[in-house]
């Protein structure tokens, strides 16, 4: 089993930032993909990030490349996402997920992730 929980979030203006934190317990974190998303009220939930197990190989939703960065500290069983340049349609409960049943590169079809977090809320004011 894993456990994931996720901090960082809060209320910010636009252009602003903001560092989300996603905490792993359980199994080996190191070994897995993983990836961020977030679902806006009204709206299906969406990829915005994915990391592979090293940390080597990212990839980003349209939406927010060149703003937001996605990382990993193995040794603290932790994956961020550095989000800057904030926009109101940024807005939207953020989850991390890991897929521990694939050991290759980075995820980006949700539905190949079996843990998530509780996710956490980002709110970019105009």
């Known amino acids: 089993q894993v456990q994931l929980v996720e901090s960082g979030g809060g209320l910010v203006q636009a252009g602003g930032s903001l560092r989300l934190s996603c905490a792993a317990s359980?199994?080996?974190?190191?070994?897995?993909?993983m990836g961020w998303f977030r679902q806006a009220p009204g709206k299906e939930r969406e990829f915005v990030a994915a990391?592979?197990?090293?940390?080597?190989?990212?990839y980003y939703a349209d939406s927010v490349k060149g703003r937001f960065t996605i990382s990993r500290d193995n040794t603290k069983n932790t994956m961020y996402l550095r989000m800057n340049s904030l926009k109101p349609e940024d807005t939207a409960v953020y989850y991390c997920a890991l897929d521990s049943r694939y050991l290759g590169d980075y995820v980006t079809n949700q539905y190949e992730y079996d843990y998530w977090g509780q996710g956490t809320q980002v709110t970019v004011s105009s």
């Open positions: 359980g199994r080996t974190f190191s070994r897995y993909p």
């Open positions: 990391i592979n197990w090293s940390g080597t190989s990212t």
